[in-house]
């Protein structure tokens, strides 16, 4: 069993940035940031594997940036030039042995944190 504990999250303007952390409890293969905004699905943003190979959603390609710290169990977000778009419920996920999902969808991931709201006003 893996426990993640998630930290930031909050409002911003647009134009802004925030940084979101993650924290496990104990090292896992890969780790993902999710989000879902109010009725839709939860869409995979990004994702990293053992800390070196990293995944992007398109639309968040170049503002945003997964990185992890396996000293530290911790996996952060990056997110820049934030736009209204991008609000939504932020989650952390984790897993060890689903190497046949993608590594941004959600169905390849066993564990998963609390969620935290990111909001982004114009």
């Known amino acids: 069993q893996v426990q993640l504990v998630e930290f930031g999250g909050g409002s911003v303007q647009a134009g802004g940035s925030l940084r979101l952390s993650c924290e496990a409890s104990?090292?896992?293969?890969?780790m993902g940031w999710f989000r879902q905004a109010p009725g839709k699905e939860r869409e995979g943003v990004a994702g990293?594997?053992?800390?070196?190979?990293?995944y992007y959603t398109d639309s968040v390609k170049g503002r945003f940036t997964i990185s992890r710290d396996r000293a530290k169990n911790t996996v952060y977000l990056q997110m820049n030039s934030l736009k209204v778009e991008d609000t939504a419920i932020y989650y952390c996920?984790?897993?060890?042995?689903?190497?046949?999902?993608?590594?941004?969808?959600?169905?390849?991931?066993?564990?998963w944190g609390q969620g935290t709201q990111v909001t982004v006003s114009s």
């Open positions: 996920a984790a897993g060890d042995d689903n190497w046949r999902s993608p590594i941004l969808s959600p169905q390849r991931y066993s564990y």
């Open positions: 104990r090292y896992v293969n890969y």
């Open positions: 990293v594997i053992s800390g070196a190979r990293t």
